[in-house]
């Protein structure tokens, strides 16, 4: 809480209905957001118990400059991955960080199953779980507009609800967030469904004094200005993340047809600029941010004859032409947007629904599965198969669905094809194929997301290849985001909340920080993911890659499978080191632990 030397968390037990909450001094030095959330987490997990297990926590965090500076809009959630079985870690923007701060909870923490669907309604003065029976069934979309309709009393008002998939407990079930923001990979709308949590909403009225109005300001009058007068976040708002299509397809780094290809023939049909100049019709922010990055595209759709439309929106960005496009081979905007409608519809992360839809499309074709097992024909540039597919997918409708919603690599253990399931130590690959940045990146990264440590990154701006500064560069980056991940920040304006920025604006508001402490924040942080990902099973240093990433070139060629193993266990040579610093902080814990 800003001002205050404690944390307040909400707690709420979903089997029994009780609510209590704690104020916590000794999460301080976490900071908030994804450190305050990895804490928590690592207090209530149960490694013996199965990820979908009633007794699993999930944590919801706010950042320790939430909503009152530019762009410091995120929320973070963790939970054990249905889809992974290790450290589930998502982030969503919209107006859920502001609401619980306006509500005063840095963080909430849930555990237990309701007996029956519920929603929770999260108040400054009340927290109540709701019969939800009715909306049990219903897709996202109608959903929110039935808690909509339901809430009651003024304030700021956000509202996260899952879809069919999160009900069916399809592994890599999101959540949405305020209609175009999402809790998206790794399975939260899962955990959310076997807890028979249709929803929560945050109402938040909350009046905030600032104590140093002058020097809050001078920082805060900064980074707007920084987000809005100069172009370190110009992309983000003109044509947004799409705008990487065409370049990232030129270099040779747009995986296509699950990755059979590093180039897509009509990659310039599908590009950022075609998008913006036949499907943008608006451009939204995140409540506290000046910037507008969530592009919105629109299709007509026709739903019966003599020329009865109706109009489809839906926001998009690059991953998901990525996933839903080029990678399904999918040629035309108006097919992306009407396959993005139905996963939205659906309540199912983007990423891994296209690239398990391209290991499907793959092992249909080699003989590996039937179209009685899939219902519907799969096939690489035919959009109306993979919309229906979406469709069986979020119902479980019969067993191979079901094992294809537990995931790309479990469908490959059970079908074959695991040369071509194009994931990462489980979690479904992003759109990168830009070289070992971007693939050891997300096999060491503690959520395996390519916004781990940004290896893509890497990849692009190292002009020569050196082994040493990739692992080193890697790991900077990622205890780094660690803290930066604390504020909660969105990672597009990562530029402009440099270290000496990130300092002022906390230091303006009560924080008593140097650049020594937001470092050991970092290693903390990171060094509590790894003790719980060491809890969860998994070992580094054992991670398998499908060989389709070494068969297909990158946009520096092709990769070596040695040099990428060898790449792995450099990495872990430097985790294994950093277990074993000394923190200040834990040494004090393990003799609190000893004393009592």
């Known amino acids: 809480m800003i001002y205050e030397k404690y944390m307040r968390i909400l707690y709420v037990d979903l089997s029994t209905s009780k609510i209590r909450i704690s ?19 690592e207090e209530a997990a149960h490694p013996e118990l199965d990820a ?35 450290l589930g870690e998502s982030y969503a923007g919209g107006r859920l960080a502001m609401t619980l701060f306006m509500a ?10 309701s007996p029956k669907p519920v929603y929770l309604e999260v108040k400054n003065n009340s927290v109540e779980l709701k019969d939800a029976r009715a909306m049990w069934g219903l897709n996202s979309e109608d959903a929110g ?3 909509r309709d339901r809430v009651t009393g003024g304030g700021k008002r956000s509202i996260i609800r899952i879809g069919p998939a999160g009900e069916n407990q399809v592994a890599y079930a999101s959540v949405c967030v305020d209609s175009y923001r999402h809790f998206g990979r790794l399975g939260l709308g899962a955990v959310m469904g076997s807890k028979h949590l249709k929803a929560i909403t945050v109402i938040g009225d ?15 009058q900064s980074i707007y200005k920084k987000c809005t007068s100069t172009d370190m976040m110009a992309k983000y708002h003109d044509a947004g993340t799409p705008i990487n299509v065409a370049p990232l397809n030129k270099a040779g780094a747009l995986p296509t047809r699950n990755m059979q290809s590093n180039n897509f023939e009509k990659g310039d049909d599908i590009s950022g600029e075609q998008f913006a100049k036949h499907n943008l019709v608006r451009k939204l922010a995140c409540t506290g941010c000046p910037v507008g990055c969530i592009h919105i595209g629109l299709f007509r759709r026709e739903f019966d004859k003599g020329h009865e439309y109706e109009a489809i929106s839906v926001s998009y960005d690059y991953e998901l032409i990525f996933a839903l496009g080029s990678n399904l081979g999918i040629e035309t905007p108006d097919e992306i947007i009407a396959i993005i409608d139905e996963v939205e519809e659906a309540g199912l992360d983007a990423m891994s629904t296209g690239v398990c839809l391209g290991w499907a499309t793959e092992a249909l074709g080699a003989g590996l599965i039937s179209e009685e097992q899939t219902i519907t024909p799969l096939g690489f540039g035919y959009a109306e198969g993979y919309i229906e597919a979406i469709r069986h997918l979020a119902h479980a409708e019969n067993q191979f669905y079901k094992d294809l919603g537990c995931g790309s690599q479990y469908a490959a253990q059970i079908y074959g094809g695991k040369d071509f399931a194009m994931h990462i130590a489980g979690n479904e690959m992003p759109g990168y194929h830009t070289g070992y940045g971007a693939l050891i ?57 440099d270290k000496e920025t990130i300092l002022q604006a906390l230091n303006s508001i009560g924080w008593d920080l140097d650049e020594e402490k937001l470092t050991d924040i970092g290693k903390r942080i990171y060094k509590t993911k790894l003790r719980l990902k060491e809890a969860y099973g998994f070992k580094q240093d054992q991670v398998k890659l499908p060989k389709r990433f070494f068969n297909t070139p990158s946009m520096h060629g092709k990769l070596d499978e040695e040099t990428a193993y060898r790449l792995i266990k450099k990495y872990t040579v430097k985790t294994d080191a950093l277990m074993k610093e000394p923190d200040p902080l834990e040494e004090i814990e393990q003799n609190e632990i000893a004393v009592h």
Not at 104 to 113: I, P, R, S, T
Not at 465 to 472: A, G, I, R, T, W
Request: proline share 4%; net charge neutral.
């Open 104 to 113: 005063g909870y840095d963080a909430v923490v849930l555990v237990g199953k």
């Open 441 to 497: 990146g997300a096999a060491v990264g503690a959520r395996h997301s390519h916004l781990c440590n940004g290896g893509y990154a890497i990849d692009q701006s190292m002009k020569a290849f050196d082994e040493d500064k990739m692992v080193e560069g890697l790991f900077q980056e990622e205890y780094e985001r660690c803290m930066t991940n604390s504020l909660v920040m969105c990672l597009f304006a990562r530029k402009i909340y």
């Open 145 to 147: 507009r039935a808690v």
């Open 52 to 86: 979908l297990h009633e007794d699993q926590p999930i944590v919801f965090a706010i950042g320790a400059g939430t909503w009152l500076f530019p762009v410091l809009t995120k929320t973070v959630a963790m939970f054990r991955s249905p889809l992974t079985n290790e």
């Open 23 to 41: 104020k916590r001094e000794d999460l301080m030095p976490y900071l908030g957001g994804v450190g305050l959330a990895a804490k928590l987490l």
């Open 206 to 220: 909350r009046s905030i004094h600032i104590e140093h109005t002058p020097s809050y300001f001078k920082v805060y």
